[in-house]
């Protein structure tokens, strides 16, 4: 047998900076993947999809969908399915809309804008989500119900449900501190920005560090110095230039003068700011990292991946299964009363079709993000940008003008591809 990288020294040269890299070719792909795809939407639309303007609203569109896309990858790393939860999420959305609209100024006296009425209302529907999410488990892992069932069932009962709660009737309008939590009608601002942004990179940075650091604490071999750098400034221009291009995408003039109205000033001229980093994304960085410290740095999380990786193992070696089957869809359920959060707060009203079709989204973001459907592997970071390629791909196709029932059709197509994709991925990585 020849050996090919002593044929081929530039091959090896390239393999071996791959490998210094430690690169995870899958989300390497993913990510080229959405580049070639935006690059292919901005000139289908003459240069108006990477504009600062349509980037922003691509990235509060996405929220919704990526908040519980994290949630469903406890689901199907402990090999279950939940369809419920564009149902779920339209009943959690339902209850915050008759809290704030009903119960808080009828029960409590008060009033839309009051102090406590968002945070009352977000609490109320968090445990009306997590409340349901536990249900669900109860019925799977206590009663053996199997999760397609059950959250099958729930499709139908809690889209209904949300019906009734609110008679049919669209509910508004909603608090306005409830609503900056929806995009446009809540933001850092230019300065706030930069500074999470340097925040961001530096907690970035110290992350690359402390790895390092415990590597060779504990005897294990570390990237080299220059693969660190590299890394290390790559993470920083992704961060920093994301910034950058929300604090692009100026406010209207109209705006800006009601705003400098409303607090009794005169705009001065000429003068212009961003809209900078919205709410609802600081929103979806708080879960990413909770949810990304719960899967690797908790008993919670090694529990999960054990469970999945082998059940009956898991089990025999003391592991509550059942117990834990409750948690995974009650953390679930709280996940989808954040995005009805974030998804009623961007359209400033509940709707009774809000969140129809979610299900299709967050499991397709969750398996192209790379959650094996066979259970026990899982990225929080890549059920993220599984939500962001789905929107990029539904925005783009609309921005070009594709017909609604087509864009479904390229949507249930993709979900397909992306799982065969990885059924053949993973088959070479256990042919290695």
Same mark, same amino acid.
């Given at each position: 047998?020849?050996?090919?990288?002593?044929?081929?020294?530039?091959?090896?040269?390239?393999?071996?900076?791959?490998?210094?890299?430690?690169?995870?070719?899958?989300?390497?792909?993913?990510? $080229?993947?959405?580049?070639?795809?935006?690059?292919?939407?901005?000139?289908?639309?003459?240069?108006?999809?990477?504009?600062?303007?349509?980037?922003?609203?691509?990235?509060?569109?996405?929220?919704?969908?990526?908040?519980?896309?994290?949630?469903?990858?406890?689901?199907?790393?402990?090999?279950?399915?939940?369809?419920?939860?564009?149902?779920?999420?339209?009943?959690?959305?339902?209850?915050?809309?008759?809290?704030?609209?009903?119960?808080?100024?009828?029960?409590?006296?008060?009033?839309?804008?009051?102090?406590?009425?968002?945070?009352?209302?977000?609490?109320?529907?968090?445990?009306?989500?997590?409340?349901?999410?536990?249900?669900?488990?109860?019925?799977?892992?206590?009663?053996?119900?199997?999760?397609?069932?059950?959250?099958?069932?729930?499709?139908?009962?809690?889209?209904?449900?949300?019906? =009734?709660?609110?008679?049919?009737?669209?509910?508004?309008?909603?608090?306005?501190?409830?609503?900056?939590?929806?995009?446009?009608?809540?933001?850092?601002?230019?300065?706030?920005?930069?500074?999470?942004?340097?925040?961001?990179?530096?907690?970035?940075?110290?992350?690359?560090?402390?790895?390092?650091?415990?590597?060779?604490?504990?005897?294990?071999?570390?990237?080299?110095?220059?693969?660190?750098?590299?890394?290390? *400034?790559?993470?920083?221009?992704?961060?920093? $230039?994301?910034?950058?291009?929300?604090?692009?995408?100026?406010?209207?003039?109209?705006?800006?003068?009601?705003?400098?109205?409303?607090?009794?000033?005169?705009?001065?001229?000429?003068?212009?700011?961003?809209?900078?980093?919205? =709410?609802?994304?600081?929103?979806?960085?708080?879960?990413?990292?909770?949810?990304?410290?719960?899967?690797?740095?908790?008993?919670?999380?090694? =529990?999960?991946?054990?469970?999945?990786?082998?059940?009956?193992?898991?089990?025999?070696?003391?592991?509550?299964?059942?117990?834990?089957?409750?948690?995974?869809?009650?953390?679930?359920?709280?996940?989808?009363?954040?995005?009805?959060?974030?998804?009623?707060?961007?359209?400033?009203?509940?709707?009774?079709?809000?969140?129809?079709?979610?299900?299709?989204?967050?499991?397709?973001?969750?398996?192209?993000?790379?959650?094996?459907?066979?259970?026990?592997? $899982?990225?929080?970071?890549?059920?993220?940008?599984?939500?962001?390629?789905?929107?990029? *791909?539904?925005?783009?196709?609309?921005?070009?003008?594709?017909?609604?029932?087509?864009?479904?059709?390229?949507?249930?197509?993709? *979900?397909?591809?992306?799982?065969?994709?990885?059924?053949?991925?993973?088959?070479?990585?256990?042919?290695?």
């Amino acid at each position: 047998m020849t050996d090919t990288s002593a044929a081929n020294p530039a091959r090896a040269k390239r393999r071996t900076f791959v490998e210094a890299l430690e690169i995870d070719m899958r989300l390497m792909g993913m990510i $080229g993947a959405f580049i070639l795809l935006c690059i292919g939407f901005h000139l289908l639309t003459d240069g108006r999809f990477l504009t600062p303007r349509n980037i922003f609203n691509l990235t509060i569109q996405t929220v919704s969908v990526a908040i519980m896309a994290t949630g469903m990858v406890f689901i199907i790393v402990t090999r279950h399915i939940d369809l419920s939860v564009g149902s779920l999420l339209a009943t959690c959305s339902a209850v915050m809309a008759m809290t704030q609209t009903v119960i808080t100024p009828q029960w409590l006296g008060l009033g839309l804008d009051h102090p406590l009425t968002a945070p009352l209302t977000i609490l109320v529907g968090v445990a009306a989500g997590a409340l349901i999410g536990v249900f669900h488990g109860w019925l799977v892992g206590y009663l053996g119900i199997p999760a397609f069932i059950v959250t099958l069932g729930g499709l139908l009962v809690w889209r209904n449900v949300a019906w =009734y709660l609110t008679n049919g009737q669209t509910i508004g309008p909603l608090d306005s501190n409830f609503l900056e939590l929806g995009g446009i009608e809540g933001t850092l601002g230019v300065t706030a920005s930069w500074i999470l942004g340097l925040i961001a990179t530096a907690g970035a940075l110290w992350g690359l560090w402390a790895a390092r650091r415990n590597k060779i604490a504990h005897d294990f071999p570390v990237k080299p110095l220059w693969a660190e750098a590299v890394l290390a *400034l790559l993470i920083s221009a992704a961060i920093l $230039g994301f910034v950058a291009v929300l604090n692009a995408y100026e406010i209207p003039q109209a705006r800006l003068e009601r705003m400098f109205a409303a607090n009794g000033e005169v705009m001065p001229e000429g003068y212009t700011t961003g809209y900078g980093v919205p =709410y609802s994304v600081v929103l979806l960085v708080i879960v990413a990292i909770v949810m990304t410290v719960v899967a690797t740095r908790t008993r919670l999380g090694r =529990y999960i991946f054990a469970t999945g990786g082998n059940p009956d193992a898991a089990a025999l070696s003391g592991i509550n299964t059942r117990l834990l089957t409750v948690k995974v869809f009650a953390i679930m359920g709280a996940l989808c009363a954040i995005s009805a959060v974030v998804a009623s707060a961007r359209l400033t009203f509940h709707s009774n079709d809000i969140g129809t079709l979610d299900e299709l989204r967050v499991i397709a973001a969750a398996v192209i993000g790379g959650t094996a459907l066979s259970g026990g592997m $899982g990225t929080i970071y890549g059920a993220i940008l599984g939500a962001l390629i789905m929107q990029s *791909l539904q925005s783009g196709m609309a921005m070009v003008g594709v017909d609604a029932p087509f864009q479904n059709i390229v949507v249930g197509s993709v *979900l397909v591809a992306a799982v065969l994709i990885d059924i053949i991925y993973r088959k070479r990585l256990g042919a290695k």
